[in-house]
């Protein structure tokens, strides 16, 4: 199924960057963004670079993924980012920087992961990872507990790759990208009935240009919500390619699993 294959060499790719140092996996040709010193051009793709502390809880896992700060304890994340449910102290979130080689960066290891329950590759792409020790000096991201905040213009943000094939990010980027309605993404012309319209939330242009991508999985979509603060909706899930025509990002539909999130993390002590 070709959902599936996508879902599969997308992890690869992220896993595979990871394992080399966070570097290129080779692929389809795309337009190369420059990125000089204090002129970001294109990135997540087709995004800008991230201000010191515009998003105090975004995330980046050492498997190479995004994450949220869900709680001081807590990053939410992506189910195919993570192994599996149980103790494991092999992950690394580093927090508190938009530049990952900052001598101010905070670097936690984890102690326990829990993946979405009958999470099989296709939806739930849901998962929490508890920090060995609690950050307090970082904002956390709430989750949009209903589905008020699923439509409009969200907020994307991420260290994955700046162009489809390209290599990991040193700097965050954030790029914004309108909803798409599960029946347009779910047309022909795009993902022709592969989203699954109650665990997924479609974002991007027709037109492509703008998206994330490979290496941002896991990290949040979120936009302003009640009084003006930001509220997460999506979880970087899948795409076919990334900023491609027709084939908006395809995102964790947050509200729909917010109860489950909230009761897995009080399970694992909030
Ligand atoms: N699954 C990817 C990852 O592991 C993210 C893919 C997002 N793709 C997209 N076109 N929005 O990093």
């Known amino acids: 199924?070709?959902?599936w294959r996508i879902l599969v060499s997308v992890a690869v790719a992220t896993l595979t960057a990871?394992?080399?140092?966070?570097?290129?996996?080779?692929?389809?040709?795309?337009?190369?963004?420059?990125?000089?010193?204090?002129?970001?051009?294109?990135?997540?793709?087709?995004?800008t670079r991230a201000a010191q502390g515009e998003f105090p809880f975004m995330v980046r896992l050492s498997m190479?993924?995004?994450?949220?700060?869900?709680?001081?304890?807590?990053?939410?994340?992506?189910?195919?980012c993570v192994n599996g449910t149980g103790t494991n102290t092999s992950i690394t979130a580093t927090l508190g920087v938009v530049d990952l080689n900052s001598s101010s960066k905070i670097t936690v290891k984890s102690n326990y992961v829990y993946r979405a329950p009958g999470y099989n590759g296709n939806g739930k792409d849901w998962a929490l990872i508890r920090?060995?020790?609690?950050?307090?000096?970082?904002?956390?991201?709430?989750?949009?507990t209903n589905s008020t905040y699923d439509t409009g213009t969200f907020?994307?943000?991420?260290?994955?790759?700046?162009?489809e094939g390209g290599g990991q990010q040193r700097y965050m980027l954030k790029a914004s990208v309108p909803f798409v309605s599960d029946s347009t993404c779910n047309s022909s012309a795009m993902y022709g009935g592969e989203v699954i319209p109650t665990d997924e939330i479609c974002a991007g242009y027709a037109a492509g240009g703008t998206d994330t991508c490979q290496g941002d999985s896991g990290g949040p979509m979120f936009r302003t919500g009640a009084n003006g603060a930001l509220v997460q909706v999506g979880i970087v899930s899948w795409g076919d390619g990334c900023a491609?025509?027709?084939?908006?990002?395809?995102y964790t539909q947050v509200s729909y699993f917010s109860s489950a999130i909230a009761s897995a993390a009080a399970s694992l002590g909030g």
């Open 1 to 3: 199924m070709a959902r």
């Open 18 to 47: 990871a394992a080399m140092g966070a570097t290129a996996s080779p692929a389809a040709a795309a337009p190369t963004g420059s990125d000089d010193f204090g002129a970001p051009t294109t990135n997540v793709v087709g995004g």
């Open 64 to 80: 190479g993924c995004g994450g949220a700060l869900y709680s001081s304890k807590l990053v939410l994340t992506a189910a195919h």
């Open 131 to 144: 920090l060995a020790s609690p950050v307090t000096t970082l904002a956390t991201l709430p989750i949009a």
């Open 155 to 163: 907020t994307i943000a991420g260290w994955g790759a700046a162009t």
């Open 244 to 250: 491609r025509r027709n084939k908006p990002g395809v």
